[in-house]
């Protein structure tokens, strides 16, 4: 299986040096970049940062890492991620969460009271039949659609991975995902919940590629930020914080190591903090992590 290294881009992708960034990347031989959906900050919006690296790269993959889905129209994202991949064949990788990582962006997604995981399981069945069917014809709770039908399709179809942590997710991402990149999650916990989604997928008459497995961490290069301890611990009260996040890059080739041997393969590094140089952080990462490569 191929073990493979991208990088999480967070406070540092606003539109300044944005290129900049995309480009050292590239040189640097990184395998992806993945954009975070945070509206109410600076940060690139990531389809809009996706379109923008893909047409200043030629070997770099893009993704999400993670959109959320449902409160998106699946007919507009389906356009979005086909024109997507016509412009980066075999370079795009769409992941969706569940809902927005800030309380406060709730309601640039609506959806109605409590039925936010089954519109989710519906967006997600539409948007598969809109990226791989000629026409789609749909009528359920929450869409309506009538003879739709959006391109070009690539020659292999786009793989969506899901993000989650709990076991409702483990089990919706064995059902309907390609992949799942999961997050805070000690080593251990993330072979069971490799086990738990192929299982899931099993049950389903279905099969997950062995290396769709993947994992986003944070790695301190600084010491671990107090207010990234404190959301380690809200999120994971019964976790040790220092299984979650990485405190410097031996910390992190240890806890990378541990993750493969438990049957991960792909991972996107991100800093936990700010950093005074995002070059240095590149440099360093490609020194120290990407050796870990096969």
Do not use: C
Request: net charge negative; no cysteine; proline share 7%.
């Amino acid at each position: 299986m191929k073990v493979r290294i991208g990088v999480g881009l967070g406070a540092e992708s606003g539109p300044a040096g944005f290129g900049e960034i995309i480009d050292q990347l590239e040189a640097a031989g990184i395998d992806s970049v993945w954009l975070s959906e945070l509206v109410f900050d600076d940060h690139i919006e990531p389809f809009v940062g996706m379109a923008n690296a893909l047409g200043r790269t030629r070997k770099i993959k893009v993704g999400t890492g993670v959109a959320v889905l449902p409160g998106r129209n699946p007919v507009l994202l389906a356009k979005q991620l086909l024109s997507l991949a016509g412009l980066g064949p075999g370079r795009v990788l769409p992941a969706f969460g569940l809902r927005p990582a800030r309380t406060e962006e709730w309601q640039v997604f609506p959806v109605p009271a409590g039925r936010r995981a089954a519109m989710f399981d519906e967006t997600l069945r539409v948007l598969r039949l809109l990226l791989t069917e000629d026409e789609v014809s749909f009528a359920g709770e929450f869409h309506q659609l009538a003879s739709v039908r959006v391109g070009p399709k690539p020659a292999k179809p786009l793989d969506v991975w899901l993000g989650g942590s709990a076991p409702a997710a483990f089990t919706r991402i064995g059902r309907f995902a390609d992949g799942w990149l999961g997050s805070f999650l000690a080593p251990d916990e993330a072979g069971r919940a490799r086990t738990a989604i192929q299982a899931a997928a099993a049950e389903a008459g279905r099969e997950i590629e062995p290396d769709h497995f993947g994992l986003s961490l944070p790695v301190a290069t600084q010491g671990v930020p107090a207010a990234l301890v404190a959301s380690a611990r809200k999120r994971r009260p019964d976790a040790d914080p220092a299984e979650l996040i990485a405190d410097g890059w031996a910390h992190a080739r240890d806890l990378l190591r541990r993750h493969v041997d438990s049957g991960l393969t792909k991972f996107v590094i991100r800093p936990a903090g700010p950093v005074t140089s995002y070059a240095e952080f590149l440099d360093d990462l490609a020194t120290e992590l990407l050796p870990l490569q096969n």
